[in-house]
């Protein structure tokens, strides 16, 4: 379409009667929030909920800074500081419905590759309460089987010789408290809103376990004086897509170089336990509660491993999305007796969610056909997401004497589409996975050693010692290695 506009500050007049866009003025508004990893859940979740803070109560101590520490964040860098860090949220509603507007809460967007020095400032400004994370589940850099700090990693002995030239999210999370230390300024929030089960309480972790062997002292005044809240994030957010960027311009005569896309559905639960202040988030559906962890756990094992069900099961049978595995009778029902006979067993109390109605929202949500989130997406860094999701859930049975064979053969088909790299129909499985390599290597040894796959202790812990799970897994790698045919095991295992 000719004539379209570039989203920025000073086209918003221009655009305001093509589609929704800030009604608050951006450039009184303080920031208050520093936020890390500014992905597509972020923007469509964090953001979206301040956002609708400053339009609806006029919050003005709440705007948002994002931050990029990695090379991969240039591309968001460069284009933010083009569009004045607006961008186009397109919400997908299951009946065809699209709601699209502009979301003004992100004011600005620092680039610690390149300066780390104004990143480590815009932390430490006095105007700074939460400084919020979604550096995914790799970022917190711990063992998955231990749970302990990995210091091995380079970047952090770097950090640890050489505080001034913070590297990591640690390295600019200490630099950035030690210099409000000195300045006796209040501590921020550091606000954990990643998938990891007890999210905050691993942000602290983490953090002070990087401080203690960095600056004692600091990591002493960080236990008194700084707040880790729980919380529970939850709305689907597939990758942005060419076609996204073309609907808008096609629709709207917009050019939105990297808008977001995402499901209508939106959650975030969180502990009501700042250091300094928050925002009143609850004004605009947030719920505070003294206790996240009942609702982080029903979120992890029922959505997040039921995405890693369908969604391992579907790479290897040649689904695409998480809608075409819905699509298919079998994958439904295999994901509903997961949640019903495995996950939902091991769940604590959830006050206020009735449980069956929140699994067949699950089942509603993953079956959106307008959302199509891809299964490689869904699939990606497994290794950090299954140990949280899906395997804390076999050890929770087996330790009741539960039920483990649904899960089981997701481990199984996971070593295998490790292994043999190729769907059913004979397509290369696009693998995304920091520790891919070391999969590959494990699972092709699986012909020699049926347990080999799970003798990966970082990832499995014993559950390779554990005489029931051993048995299991053995025989569904016999089973599915001897058909080829993951649809068929499935079936034999709902009909046992």
Known sequence: MKNYIPLNQNNLSKLKNRLKVPTYERSPIKIGVVHIGVGGFHRAHQAYYLHQLHEQFGATDWGICGIGLREADRKIYTIFKKQDSLYSLIIKHPNGEINSEVIGSILDFDFGVDAPEAVVNRMAHVDTKIVSLTITEGGYNFNPSTGEFDFENKDIQHELKNPNEPITVYGFLTAALRKRRDENLPAFTIMSCD??????????????????????????????????????????????????????????????????????????????????????????????????????KMKLRLL??????????????????????????????YLRAFMDTEASPVLDEVKGINLESYKDSLEERFANPNIKDSVARICSESSAKLPKFLIATIHENLESGGNIKLATLIIVAWCYYHDKTIDEKGRPIEIIDAQTSELHKAAKLTNQDPLAFIKQESLFGNLAQNERFASTYSSLVKNVYKTNNIKKIMEQLLTE
């Open 304 to 333: 997040n491993a039921g995405h890693s069900v369908i969604g391992i099961l579907g790479a290897i049978h040649g689904h695409n999305t998480i809608n075409a595995c819905m699509e298919d009778p079998l994958f439904v029902t």
């Open 195 to 296: 998938n990891i089960e007890h999210n905050g309480d691993v942000a602290r972790k983490m953090v002070l376990a990087f401080a203690r062997r960095q600056d004692p002292e600091l990591a002493e005044w960080i236990t008194q004086e700084v707040s880790f809240p729980n919380s529970m994030v939850d709305r689907i957010t597939p990758v942005t897509t060419p076609e996204d960027i073309a609907y808008l311009v096609d629709t709207y005569a917009v050019q939105d170089e990297w808008p977001v896309t995402c499901e209508p559905f939106i959650q975030w639960v969180v502990e009501d336990n700042f250091s300094n202040g928050r925002p009143e988030l609850e004004k605009v559906g947030v719920q505070f509660v003294p206790d996240v962890k009942p609702y982080e």
